[in-house]
């Protein structure tokens, strides 16, 4: 905003002065996801004011936002936990050094070996691609398994050495309102050692989860769910996300549900949600519900059908009945469906232009503003236009 005439214009602060951007930032960061939706809310209602839509029609698709984080691989989650966990023992050390005395090893740093270990594991795959005479089967899966042996035993051992030292914050600060009275009035040095046991807790369990993914998936063999695997030990809310397109195979983020009106867009993340968001923003159910196979679900249509929906154009997905499918090659009915395609654009658009296709925000409460931030931003513009066009 310093540097943008048209900006200060814009914002009305002219030539006053503003806050730097790191105020900014953390400005931005006290709004809550809710919050958002509500604004999100009054931009669809001033639409509907304003006669730019009369929220006739409801479609639905989602998409991936993508997490900032690295591809996940489990020798470099390992390593994540062992350097992150590492870094806050040394943190720890003036605070707890007195009460572990006793441990010879409580404060021994073991990021060298997993580093090398690493170095290691990636060597041996570099070699196995170059080697003309590939190594057989056997020989290859027992190297790399004594690999990721010793990966797992240096991450355990970290473990137990961040759960010696959090046991030995755990009295330096009294529990209760008491405790985060003191906290706020110590100097910035001392509130930073103070939140190490928040630091600790958070991440403990996530390295935990690490070491039994990477024992089952790669000591022992075993496949590990989708739903319980850990991609960052940072963004522990990132899922993979089959692409089911052309380009990567698989996305590393959160799965956002769109739903579009005629001239603008709201997040929610089911059918019958949006169905009873729309009805509290525009007043009455909408005429017609469309989205494709990833939509469907049981009773969706009765229970759309009961909220006041006339038409309902989702294609069931699974096996079929006869007279579901001569339904559905009705043409008023494709007629209908093919309303949904629309949404397409107005996906592509909001990853393009208002940076929907990767998340630089940190949190899942950071992925929510930043999800909301672009679909308001897409709205005003969307509302911009047609009120243009109007008066033109």
């Known amino acids: 905003m310093g540097d943008s005439l048209v900006l200060r214009w814009f914002c009305r602060v002219y030539f006053r002065r503003v806050p730097v951007a790191t105020t900014l930032l953390r400005w931005a960061a006290t709004i809550q996801p809710a919050t958002l939706q509500a604004l999100n809310d009054r931009v669809a209602l001033l ?165 039994a993914q990477a024992q089952a998936r790669v000591l022992e063999g075993r496949q590990v769910p989708a739903s319980e695997k850990v991609l960052s030990l940072f963004e522990p809310h990132t899922r993979l996300i089959p692409r089911h397109k052309g380009g990567a195979a698989v996305e590393f983020g959160c799965q956002v549900m769109l739903c579009e009106v005629e001239a603008g867009e709201s997040d929610r993340h089911q059918a019958i949600p949006a169905v009873m968001q729309h009805r509290r923003v525009f007043g009455r159910a909408p005429g017609l519900l469309t989205g494709d196979r990833g939509v469907h679900a049981k009773d969706v249509e009765e229970r759309a059908q009961a909220l006041g929906v006339r038409h309902v154009a989702i294609p069931r997905s699974g096996p079929s009945t006869p007279a579901q499918r001569a339904r559905e090659r009705d043409r008023a009915w494709r007629r209908r469906s093919r309303w949904r395609a629309g949404i397409e654009g107005r996906i592509s658009s909001l990853r393009r232009d208002f940076g929907l296709e990767r998340c630089p925000y940190h949190g899942e409460a950071g992925l929510n503003r930043w999800v909301g931030w672009g679909v308001v931003a897409s709205n005003l513009r969307r509302i911009g236009r047609q009120l243009a066009s109007k008066h033109a």
């Open 47 to 211: 639409a509907k004011q304003a006669r730019v839509t009369g929220g006739r029609k409801l479609r639905l698709d989602s998409t991936c936002v993508q997490t900032a984080i690295h591809h996940p691989t489990d020798s470099g989650l390992l390593v994540d936990g062992v350097r992150v966990l590492t870094r806050l023992i040394r943190q720890a050390k003036p605070l707890a050094a007195q009460r572990l005395l006793s441990v010879h090893d409580a404060f021994r740093s073991r990021l060298r070996t997993v580093r090398r270990t690493v170095q290691q594991v990636h060597r041996r795959r570099r070699r196995r691609r170059r080697h003309r005479r590939p190594l057989p089967e056997a020989k290859k899966a027992e190297g790399q398994r004594t690999l990721y042996q010793a990966l797992v035993t240096a991450t355990r051992q970290t473990v137990r050495q961040a759960a010696r030292v959090r046991a030995a914050l755990a009295p330096l600060l009294p529990p209760g309102p008491a405790g985060q009275q003191s906290q706020r009035k110590a100097d910035p040095a001392t509130r930073r050692a103070l939140r190490l046991p928040t630091q600790i807790d958070r991440f403990l369990p996530l390295v935990e989860r690490v070491i």
